[in-house]
T-cell receptor, first 115, second 116 residues
Framework: AQSVTQPDIHITVSEGASLELRCNYS??????LFWYVQSPGQGLQLLLK??????LVQGIKGFEAEFKRSQSSFNLRKPSVHWSDAAEYFC?????????????FGRGTSLIVHP | GAVVSQHPSWVICKSGTSVKIECRSL??????MFWYRQFPKQSLMLMAT?????????EQGVEKDKFLINHASLTLSTLTVTSAHPEDSSFYIC????????????FGPGTRLTVL
């Protein structure tokens, strides 16, 4: 069975500082990997995704993520955090098994941004 | 493209009543739709997966008689919470995948259900 681990429940950074949110997955092959952001009371917004190809993926809002097969990781990064980035971030894995799409979410990391 | 809507965005109901939540794919045909439940400050919990024209597949621990899911067309799925109780209060989110995007989910904005 596939699984997603986001080891950090909360991350606190100062505005302007760099950010890295960790995500590790467990899956037999190369899964489809996603990062979503959720503001309070809102739905999920896709930041970026990785299916294949270049392992460094650029997303919206200045975010990027790097797929590292050897470490089973897909960490999210941003060089300079803005106060508006404070939100909940979810890493997710998707796989197609027998024609069915199986999604799995991490528990989420809450990003707190200090002025 | 790939827009999913949910209606209503929030609903308040009395205990014992039933509530229906609609999930629509606006610009694509959704072959599969997913229903999630999210408690405050927690991750999304997959409740069920539905394919158009088929019965939904429920995750372990989800009461199929309480959470009725219908996916009658390629653009509409409904979740009916029957005989709702305060413990059913939650944020319900749907997502959909389509023929051209079978490996990616597109999420609706969510529905906040409060049962008094």
């Amino acid at each position: 069975a596939q699984s997603v681990t986001q080891p950090d429940i909360h991350i606190t950074v100062s505005e302007g500082a760099s950010l890295e949110l960790r995500c590790n997955y467990s899956y037999g092959a190369t899964p489809y990997l996603f990062w979503y952001v959720q503001s309070p009371g809102q739905g999920l917004q896709l930041l970026l995704k990785y299916f294949s190809g270049d392992t460094l993926v650029q997303g919206i809002k200045g975010f990027e993520a790097e797929f590292k097969r050897s470490q089973s990781s897909f960490n999210l990064r941003k060089p300079s955090v803005h106060w508006s980035d404070a939100a909940e971030y979810f890493c997710a894995v998707g796989s197609s098994i027998g024609g069915s799409y199986i999604p799995t979410f991490g528990r989420g990391t809450s990003l707190i941004v200090h002025p | 493209g790939a827009v999913v809507s949910q209606h209503p965005s929030w609903v308040i109901c009395k205990s014992g009543t039933s509530v229906k939540i609609e999930c629509r794919s606006l610009d694509f045909q959704a072959t599969t739709m997913f229903w999630y439940r999210q408690f405050p400050k927690q991750s999304l919990m997959l409740m069920a997966t539905s394919n158009e024209g088929s019965k939904a597949t429920y995750e372990q621990g989800v009461e199929k008689d309480k959470f009725l899911i219908n996916h009658a067309s390629l653009t509409l799925s409904t979740l009916t919470v029957t005989s709702a109780h305060p413990e059913d209060s939650s944020f319900y989110i749907c997502s959909a995948t389509g023929l051209a995007s079978y490996n990616e989910q597109f999420f609706g904005p969510g529905t906040r259900l409060t049962v008094l």
